[in-house]
């Protein structure tokens, strides 16, 4: 039973910090989509991808290694080690708004004006969006919560300032000045400097994690954002919009899978510790919980949810977004499949079989896409998405039992196949 309340503990943590952050950026394109209409709102959605793909290369190279290696760790060992893999995340931050100040000025116009934007903001976000990582590998997620919830809520008063003049950015340049105040904040938290000086030897010491995450996590963000240029070149900068605003009704179930997400890893990498012959069990009530609340939301958005509510979040973008909350919603529910498989491949570190199937996984959730935008617009390439995510899922798990078997070659195959009535929840839990 204290197993099971260590897990509730971190996992409550997890929730609570995935939701402050989710629902504070839920409400940031909430704004934005009532404030800019569709046109504008897919130029913010742009940036706002891209962001998503630096962000995957941050934490591949630096917090992804943090929390496979240093989760339960010494204090001493983490405070080095965190220090390192913030330094990492704002060199990165760094580097990538040179890039996009570059891309910015080249192209001009309002998407010039976002991707300008982004160059100001992004290392703040990098530099918050670590601690929060660093947090939960130290077991202190409540401090995650704290932190998220100081971004949430300096965001206000910053969101009532961008509303004034309603450009993408200032939105975006609200959006980032709440995580610098987050960032300094962490800060003071872990009383931890990052350090700029360790980057190479992090970089070095953790090049067999890092480069491979680094790939899988930019394959999985990069598919997301050449899938939505795709469909802008495709069928124009609206149907960007609308695919948007039917993921941001997703926002509070997102919360959960993200939230769960941060929570998954450091703890499937206590189970392996403690019990290698569990961690599929441990993988499958995790996936498993993620896609049946994920179904249970769409489910609450198609039936539940009239049109005047609608049109009262998102205003204009609502009419598009709401055709397509069906296959968005299957498309996350099986994402909560995966992500269940994910956790457990990182706890063991088979970076190769998990980088196998990012790739994969990657290449079939944009080439079916871009080929049902080709023949469907948003609708069409919603529905080649979730195809492709499905059909990934499996993949997944297959990758999961043959990386566990090579750990563990003396698991029988039944325990292996999650069956084995004699397992349990507290069993899974227990030191």
């Known amino acids: 039973m204290v197993g099971i309340r260590g897990i509730a503990r971190r996992l409550s943590w997890g929730l609570g910090d995935q939701a402050v952050s989710s629902m504070s950026n839920f409400v940031v394109g909430l704004v934005v989509a009532r404030e800019l209409g569709v046109a504008a709102f897919g130029v913010f959605s742009l940036a706002w991808v891209t962001y998503g ?55 001009g116009g309002m998407i010039g004006d976002a991707f300008l934007a982004l160059a100001v903001v992004t290392p703040a976000l990098l530099l918050q ?44 340049l609200a959006w980032g000045g709440a995580a610098l105040v987050a960032a300094g904040y962490g800060w003071q938290q872990s009383r931890v400097v990052p350090h700029f000086n360790g980057v190479r030897d992090w970089l070095h010491r953790h090049r067999d994690l890092g480069s491979r995450y680094m790939i899988e996590n930019v394959t999985n963000s990069g598919a997301a954002q050449l899938r939505m240029y795709g469909l802008g070149a495709i069928a124009g900068l609206a149907d960007v919009g609308s695919v948007r605003g039917a993921e941001l009704l997703l926002g509070p179930f997102l919360a959960l899978l993200m939230g769960v997400s941060l929570f998954a890893v450091p703890e499937a990498a206590r189970v392996l510790r403690r019990a290698p012959e569990k961690l599929i069990r441990f993988c499958l009530v995790i996936g498993g919980a993620q896609a049946a609340a994920a179904a249970l939301w769409g489910l609450f958005l198609l039936l539940l949810v009239p049109d005047s509510l609608g049109r009262l979040l998102i205003a204009d973008v609502w009419a598009p977004a709401s055709h397509l909350i069906l296959p968005v919603s299957l498309s996350v529910t099986a994402a909560g499949v995966i992500t269940g498989a994910a956790a457990g491949l990182r706890a063991l570190g088979a970076a190769r079989r998990s980088l196998r ?6 290449a079939g959730y944009l080439g079916f896409g871009l080929a049902g935008a080709a023949l469907g617009g948003a609708a069409g390439m919603s529905w080649g998405s979730t195809a492709a995510m499905w059909c990934c899922a499996v993949l997944w798990w297959l990758q999961l039992r043959a990386a566990l078997r090579d750990h563990v070659p003396s698991v029988p195959e039944h325990v292996m196949a999650g069956v084995d009535d004699a397992s349990t929840i507290e069993e899974v839990s227990t030191p």
Not at 67 to 82: I, K, M, Q
Not at 142 to 158: E, M, Y
């Open 53 to 107: 793909v630096i962000l995957n290369i941050s934490r591949g190279l630096s917090t992804d290694p943090l929390v496979v290696r240093y989760s339960g760790a010494s204090t001493e060992d983490w405070r080095a080690a965190t220090s390192r893999a913030t330094g990492t995340s704002l060199v990165v931050g760094v580097a990538f708004g040179g890039v996009s100040a570059l891309v910015g000025l080249f192209m």
């Open 129 to 172: 969006d670590a601690w929060r990582f660093a947090f939960f590998a130290a077991g202190q997620g409540h401090k995650a919560f704290l932190n998220d919830t100081v971004w949430a809520l300096a965001s206000i008063p910053l969101l009532a300032l961008a509303a004034i003049h309603s450009t993408v950015w200032g939105f975006m």
């Open 357 to 362: 199937s990012q790739l994969v996984q990657s």
